[in-house]
């Protein structure tokens, strides 16, 4: 008997809840009688979530350990590290206002979000970095005030927006 998920509804959940439900019906089987889960989507799911959390955990790691090697400092590499759970807690923050659901899409474009803020603040570090040895006598205020005056438009450039894949309309009309 095939079940389906309705839509919007949680797989884990309720993959868990009909093999929970499969083994209380099981007791009042008849002697030799026994049930089997032919096909379950949810060890893909659950397979995929750990996939993309250890990916996560990755990318945290090599960021601050890059960022660290590259930068030769611990108070620079402190910026990309404190901006990787700050943009993941507004994300989901903004998805459960959204009343969106997590799925394994969502998870891969959080990973990818990641890897375009962290570059993000890594340039800006970098950039901030570059004005402090230039002139000794800049407070870091205004290094990072010069240095969002000159990366604040490229760096909204070069990040993809919601509408970067849509194409206008082109008139062939004449």
């Known amino acids: 008997m095939p079940a389906y998920l309705s839509p919007g509804a949680n ?3 309720t993959g868990d809840a009909l093999k929970q439900a499969l083994e209380e019906q099981s007791k009042t089987f008849p002697d ?3 049930y089997a889960i032919g096909y379950d989507t949810t060890r ?3 397979v995929a979530i750990q996939q993309v959390t250890t990916s996560l955990l990755m990318a945290v790691g090599l960021v601050i350990l890059i960022t660290f090697i590259f930068l030769g400092d611990w108070r620079p590499t402190l910026v990309p590290t404190v ?3 700050v943009s993941l807690i507004g994300t989901l923050a903004i998805m459960l206002v959204a009343d969106m659901s997590i799925n394994t899409i969502t998870l891969f474009g959080l990973i990818l979000a990641i890897g375009i803020v962290v570059d993000d603040a890594i340039l800006v570090v ?3 970095d ?3 040895l230039e002139d000794p006598d800049i407070s870091t205020r205004d290094a990072v005030t010069r240095t969002m005056e000159e990366v604040t438009g490229p760096t909204i450039a070069t ?3 919601p ?3 849509l194409t206008l309309p082109t008139n062939n009309a004449g």
Do not use: F
Request: no cysteine; proline share 8%; glycine share 8%.
């Open 11 to 13: 797989a884990l959940a």
């Open 163 to 165: 509408y970067t894949h």
């Open 130 to 132: 570059r004005h402090l």
């Open 83 to 85: 901006v990787i759970p």
């Open 159 to 161: 990040t993809p927006g």
């Open 126 to 128: 970098e950039n901030t």
């Open 44 to 46: 893909y799911v659950e």
């Open 32 to 34: 030799g009688l026994e």
